[in-house]
C-alpha cells in the first residue's frame, strides 16, 4: 500500500476503537431478583426439583415491571393485566376508561407500558380495519388480548438450559 516504513495509524487506531458499553436498555430487559430473594416464593426444593406451586399475576408483573424500581409502571401494568383478565380481551373504550378511572398519564400507559406488555410477549394486540359507510373514512380499532408467547419464549429458554444441564451431569457421572 504504501511505503512499508510508514506506521498504518489510521487502519489500526479504526479497529481498536469500539463503543463503550452502557449495558442492556430497561425498555429491553426482564428484572431476575435473587433466586433466594425474599421478593420471591420458592420454586424449588433443595435438591433443585421444582415445586407445584404457581406465581400470581402479583408475582409475574414483578418481573417485567420490578416493584422495587419502577412502581409506578408496576401498578398500571398489573391494574391493566387485572382487568385483561376480567374481561378476555379490551377494546379502545375500555382502555380509555381504564387510564382515566385510575388517573393515569395516557403517555405512560400508551409508550411504556403496553408496548413493553406486547414486547415481551404477554398480551398481543390486534387490529381489525373497518370503513364507515357514510364518510368512507377507516379506522384500525384496537383489541387486546392475553398471550402464551411471553411463557413459551421463557419455557424455551429454561427446557434449553435444564437439557445443557443434564447433559453436563450426564457427562460428568461417566
Do not use: C, H
Not at 512499508?4 to 452502557?22: D, G, L, V
Amino acid at each position: 500500500m504504501g511505503d512499508p516504513e510508514e506506521p498504518e495509524t489510521s487502519s489500526q487506531n479504526e479497529e481498536k476503537k469500539s463503543i463503550a458499553s452502557r449495558g442492556v436498555p430497561a425498555s429491553e430487559s426482564l428484572y431476575f431478583p435473587r433466586f433466594d430473594s425474599e421478593e420471591l416464593r420458592s420454586f424449588q426444593d433443595k435438591e433443585e426439583n421444582a415445586t407445584r406451586n404457581l406465581w400470581s399475576l402479583e408475582e409475574l408483573t414483578n418481573f417485567v415491571f420490578s416493584k422495587k424500581y419502577q412502581a409506578k409502571y408496576y401498578e398500571t401494568a398489573l391494574g391493566f393485566l387485572k382487568l385483561l383478565a376480567e374481561k378476555t380481551y379490551i377494546a379502545g373504550d375500555d382502555i380509555s376508561n381504564y387510564i382515566r378511572s385510575n388517573n393515569i398519564s395516557k403517555a405512560t400507559f400508551y409508550n411504556r407500558v403496553l408496548p413493553r406488555l406486547r414486547r415481551v410477549g404477554m398480551i398481543k394486540i390486534e387490529r381489525d380495519t373497518i370503513v364507515a359507510l357514510e364518510s368512507k373514512r377507516k379506522f384500525r380499532p384496537m383489541r387486546i388480548s392475553f398471550s402464551k408467547t411471553f411463557g413459551n419464549y421463557l419455557l424455551k429458554i429454561a427446557d434449553s438450559w435444564l437439557a445443557a444441564v443434564d447433559d453436563v451431569r450426564s457427562r460428568k457421572k461417566e
